[in-house]
């Protein structure tokens, strides 16, 4: 009995050139060449390119697919207008980019940023509740990143940015900075 096709949805957020400074998003970010030469490499193999309205109908229609790729980009980063529309458009990929109300808005609070950025900037950081972590050296300033990331992740995510600037008060910290990431 013959397997009803896939459609392969290709989930990113950041397309850019900078080099990861710790940690935060290691896992969401590509280079722009790396984008080309995965659309290239994916074109070579025989795959088609098609827009989230394209998967939709296949999906209602039931029709088997094989070979079918969309390409989706989260939040609304600039980078995706900067550096990942010229690719798709050289090759003529769609391509559908969410965009969080936050940024155009110039709400947004990337949290993980603006600690990266202070993790960078000291040796130490204590915490308004006195905990202290050294971070003199790279592998120190990733392990107190990902350790200050746990507790903010286990805060109540109600009022997630008051806990967060009252857990970082000993530091002057500019969060409206972290919006033009």
């Given amino acids: 009995m013959p397997r009803r096709g896939m459609i392969t949805i290709f989930m990113l957020q950041r397309v850019c050139p900078q080099p990861n400074k710790l940690f935060p998003d290691k896992y969401l970010k590509i280079s722009p060449e790396f984008l080309d030469r995965f659309i290239t490499d994916l074109k070579s193999k025989g795959y088609e390119f098609i827009s989230l309205d394209e998967v939709y109908k296949i999906l209602k229609s039931g029709k088997r697919v094989w070979k079918k790729v969309a390409f989706t980009l989260d939040d609304g980063y600039l980078d995706n207008y900067i550096y ?48 202290k972590f050294d971070c003199k050296d790279k592998d120190e300033k990733i392990q107190t990143f990902i350790k200050i990331y746990n507790i903010i992740m286990s805060l109540n995510q109600k009022n997630l940015m008051a806990q967060i600037k009252n857990l970082l008060s000993n530091y002057k910290v500019d969060y409206k900075k972290s919006v033009k990431s």
């Fill in 84 to 131: 990942a529309y010229p690719i798709f458009k050289k090759h003529k990929v769609p391509f559908t980019i969410y965009i969080t109300t936050s940024f155009p808005q110039r709400e947004a609070v990337l949290w993980h940023y603006v600690l990266e950025e202070l993790i960078i900037n000291h040796d130490h950081i204590i915490l308004s509740d006195g905990r």
